[in-house]
């Protein structure tokens, strides 16, 4: 039973303009959620987070909207740029979990020039 | 600091021979975390450690142990491999909810 989702394996878009990835969740005791970027051969590092408290977090060109009555996620990149060209995965915890982490499968963006 | 170091970076296993997967970080976090990802999966939890002496186990944690003796060092060891455990394992530490900071990665392949 997967407990986040990630319903889009790959998305494509074209340098300079938005990449929306979306996430959704089932587990309603998920309080904090992480958008992690992942290149190959290399772990993933984190990008971004959100708690449940909140409805969106800004960091650069990166912001997390967070939808608590749909359990949807979603990481917007404005503007695209070649080098954010990776999978990135979103990830679920609660505090009570002593921080374990759900993640979903992961989209691979590429970002053309 | 190095962050967190993972050795070896691939190896390749006979079924039913044992390894220990070696994990240390620098950042004098308590949390460590071990994951494994296969093909076009998300990573999934093998076991985790809230502190040195403290261990519990993750989603998957068939088939592994883990021992926690420093706030440093975190190995996996895997017992009797099989090809089931062919994977990409990543190990990860914490100071707190906020970012998880993973290592390299180690290839594992059990033939």
């Known amino acids: 039973d997967q407990q986040v989702k990630q319903n889009s394996p790959s998305l494509s878009v074209q340098e300079g303009r938005i990449s929306i990835l979306n996430c959704d969740y089932t587990?309603?005791?998920?309080?904090?959620f992480l958008w992690y970027k992942k290149y190959p051969a290399e772990g993933p590092t984190f990008l971004i987070s959100i708690s449940s408290i909140k409805d969106k977090n800004e960091d650069g060109r990166f912001t997390v909207f967070l939808n608590k009555s749909a359990k949807h996620l979603s990481l917007h990149i404005v503007p695209s740029q070649p080098g954010d060209s990776a999978v990135y995965f979103c990830?679920?915890?609660?505090?009570?979990?002593?921080?374990?982490?759900?993640f979903g499968k992961g989209t691979l963006l590429t970002v053309n020039p | 600091n190095a962050g967190v170091t993972q050795t070896p970076k691939f190896r390749i296993l006979k079924i039913g021979q044992s390894m220990t997967l070696q994990c240390t970080q620098d950042m004098n976090h308590n949390y460590m975390y071990w994951y494994r990802q296969d093909p076009g999966m998300g990573l999934k939890l093998i076991y985790y450690s809230v502190g040195a002496g403290i261990t519990d186990k993750g989603e998957v944690p068939n088939g592994y142990n883990v021992s926690r003796s420093t706030t440093e060092d975190f190995p996996l060891r895997l017992e009797l491999a099989a090809p089931s455990q062919t994977s990409v394992y990543f190990c990860?530490?914490?100071?707190?909810?906020?970012?998880?900071?993973f290592g390299p990665g180690t290839r594992l392949t059990v033939t």
């Open positions: 587990n309603s005791m998920f309080d904090y």
């Open positions: 990830a679920a915890t609660f505090l009570s979990s002593n921080y374990k982490l759900t």
């Open positions: 990860a530490s914490s100071p707190t909810v906020r970012g998880q900071y």
